[in-house]
């Protein structure tokens, strides 16, 4: 018994955690090219495209179109991470970041841009910047928690997704002069399609943080508050940072942001027939190791980097010699959410959403502006 706690909370603590510590990745440094486009892609697990391999993550598709319409070298540079946040305490410049995998809050969204300009040196050599930032602010301990009410989570959501994602956009309009941004949107995670398992009962309990004299809710009233809320999420997620883009734009003669809503339709959310966000391998062979092991063995993820988060969460976690026996049981606690931390982001499918919203505002971009012409490549250089 507790042991099957033990993995709740793990679970209940990544799911949907939105960053990822990214080590910096980029082809190669920057270089002065007519053909070369330099592609910065900020933000937390979403941008980062936690669970996929790299082929598969939504900026790599965005690299891979934009390099085949411009005929261009596309060079990225992946500052993006799990659990990042927009603000917050900076780290320090040296050090040593985990694996893209494991959610850690910083560097935060704001850091990251810090980090950019120190590889670049000349922020005007970057051309494209795709960025999202604000989930994690918010909290996934608000937005899956059915004690919060549809207002509340409108509240923090209009807050935290509001002034914060403005202050980061013009940072990153100031600091690279001449790079298109794409500001990437959010999704709902439960609708009406998502099935009422009964872990997903388990976990909407252990994630329930009600005060104290509440009269109690029943799993069905739960998960029709969770379904509430997250349509809420999402339809103030996107009408903040919408009405941000809109409110920078409107300052300039030449608006340089573009805010990429995602059309996230109720039978792609978790846990849903057709859902286009990572779950549990619910394969025959994985679910009779589970019941053969009665509980022992816990329930893996159906993402694609498992093994390798899995190998690296338990090493960022790993057990020191000074720990305390509460020390020892949160740090089990961390380690188990970070190898679950893929839980509802964008699978294969999901990610190709992205690109397709994505590449959509491109489109218009390149169409309808001299941006990436030869001309303006070499009016920077």
Not at 47 to 74: A, C, D, I, N, P
Request: aromatic residues 6%.
């Amino acid at each position: 018994m507790n042991n099957a706690r033990t993995i709740i909370s793990g679970v209940a603590c990544s799911l949907l955690m939105f960053s990822t510590f990214v080590v910096c990745q980029t082809s190669q440094p920057p270089v002065s090219s007519d053909r070369q486009i330099n592609m910065l892609v900020l933000g937390d697990s979403v941008m980062w495209g936690l669970g996929l391999k790299t082929e598969h993550k939504s900026w790599h598709q965005v690299k891979t179109w934009l390099s085949t319409t411009t005929g261009r070298v596309v060079v990225e540079r992946i500052e993006a991470h799990t659990g990042a946040i927009i603000e917050g305490q900076d780290v320090a410049e040296n050090l040593k970041l985990p694996d893209g995998e494991v959610n850690v809050a910083v560097p935060t969204v704001n850091d990251q841009v810090n980090r950019s300009l120190r590889f670049y040196v000349d922020g005007s050599k970057v051309d494209l910047v795709l960025v999202n930032g604000c989930a994690n602010d918010v909290g996934t301990r608000n937005l899956l928690n059915a004690a919060m009410s549809t207002s509340e989570i409108r509240q923090v959501t209009e807050v935290k997704c509001g002034v914060p994602v403005e202050k980061l956009l013009r940072k990153i309009t100031s600091s690279f002069v001449n790079a298109r941004v794409i500001v990437a949107g959010y999704y709902p995670f439960f609708s009406e399609k998502t099935r009422n398992t009964i872990f997903l009962k388990g976990l909407a309990r252990s994630l329930l943080r009600s005060e104290p004299g509440t009269p109690p809710i029943n799993n069905t009233s739960m998960l029709q508050r969770l379904i509430a809320n997250s349509k809420v999420w999402y339809e103030a997620s996107n009408r903040s940072l919408a009405a941000v883009v809109a409110r920078i734009n409107a300052e300039s003669s030449n608006p340089r942001i573009t805010f990429a809503e995602i059309h996230f339709l109720p039978e792609y959310s978790f846990g849903a027939g057709k859902s286009h966000l990572w779950g549990f391998d619910n394969s025959p062979f994985n679910k009779l190791l589970v019941l053969l092991s009665l509980g022992k063995k816990k329930p893996g993820t159906n993402d694609e980097r498992r093994k390798q988060r899995n190998a690296s969460c338990d090493e960022y976690h790993k057990r020191q010699d000074s720990d305390s026996s509460d020390k020892r049981s949160a740090r089990e606690i961390d380690r188990l959410a970070c190898r679950y931390a893929a839980l509802g982001h964008p699978n294969r499918k999901g990610a190709a959403l992205y690109a397709d919203a994505i590449t959509s505002q491109l489109k218009s971009a390149i169409s309808g502006t001299t941006w990436l012409s030869e001309s303006g490549v070499r009016a920077r250089q």
